[in-house]
């Protein structure tokens, strides 16, 4: 369908595995990493902690709020910081690149309708603002999670501290 990204689907089984992780104590020294989700206003605190999967990555989905098209942002954990190694979009808007030499690029290019920029960004811990209507999801190892299921109107994505607990 054009326009459309896919997205891992999250049936009722997937959903209930999803709940019971962000409800379980996360183990110290978990051999893939963890992604801590808190919250950027108030006290800051810790919404989730979701252990990622072998490749330590993660995708944030979103609808672009001026060209109202589709983008897939790919992360992925290394050495205790946010890389960012892609963006994929349909048409470019404000905050969207637009040259192939941007910033940390690696490679640009267009494929089925969708540009396609590589990079090797660090991000440092990403700050999202979360609204509903621009289906904010966070995907990691196969299982998507609509942010505003949260119920948190900004939160800031970041590695956990291993060592400090939960």
């Not at 989700?37 to 979103?62: I, K, W």
Request: with cysteine; aromatic share 6%; net charge negative.
């Amino acid at each position: 369908m054009p326009g459309h990204f896919p997205l891992h689907p999250i049936g009722r089984a997937a959903r209930a595995a999803l709940l019971l992780t962000l409800a379980l104590p996360a183990t110290a020294g978990h051999a893939d990493g963890w992604l801590c989700l808190s919250e950027t206003r108030g006290n800051q605190a810790e919404v989730a902690r979701l252990p990622l999967g072998p490749d330590r990555s993660f995708e944030l989905s979103f609808i672009h709020s001026v060209s109202r098209t589709p983008v897939i942002d790919s992360y992925r954990i290394e050495d205790g910081e946010i890389l960012q190694t892609r963006e994929v979009f349909m048409a470019h808007g404000a905050g969207l690149p637009s040259i192939a030499n941007d910033m940390d690029a690696t490679g640009w290019r267009h494929e089925d309708g969708h540009f396609i920029l590589d990079m090797q960004r660090h991000t440092g811990p990403i700050p999202l603002r979360i609204q509903a209507q621009f289906k904010n999801t966070l995907s990691i190892d196969g299982t998507d999670l609509p942010l505003a299921n949260l119920g948190h109107s900004a939160l800031t994505l970041a590695p956990c501290d291993e060592e400090t607990p939960q």
